[in-house]
Nanobody, 122 residues
């Protein structure tokens, strides 16, 4: 089971960036996927999650209204569109898989990607 994050990078405050999370067929289609982030010196933080079909999405209060999670199971990919970026969004973002319908807890995710850096300049 392998999850691979792509995109991210550097963006200005108020701007937009996108992330993608790719995996193999069995990895994705039957599982909820979550995005987490971790800033230096901080604990890992839940960002967003989407159920297996894409019919339900969940967001942390800190990103609600600014970030959008979506998925394309035909492409085995989950996306995180990040708008109205803030400097405090700067972190390493990781996607992960959970066998639950969804979860806000990182310990309920069993497979993780390697993470990708997102830096928001002020």
């Amino acid at each position: 089971v392998q999850l691979v994050e792509s995109w991210g990078g550097l963006g200005p405050a108020g701007g937009s960036l996108g992330l993608s999370c790719g995996g193999s067929g069995r990895t994705f289609r039957n599982y909820a996927i979550g995005w987490f982030r971790q800033a230096p010196g901080e604990e890992r933080e839940f960002v967003a999650a989407i159920n297996w079909s894409g019919s339900s999405t969940f967001y942390s209060d800190s990103v609600k209204g600014r970030f959008t999670i979506s998925r394309d199971n035909a492409k085995n990919t989950v996306y995180l569109q990040m708008n109205s970026l803030k400097p405090e969004d700067t972190a390493v973002y990781s996607c992960a898989r959970t066998p639950l319908r969804y979860s806000f807890r990182s310990d309920e995710y069993d497979y993780w990607g390697q993470g990708t850096q997102v830096t928001v300049s002020s």
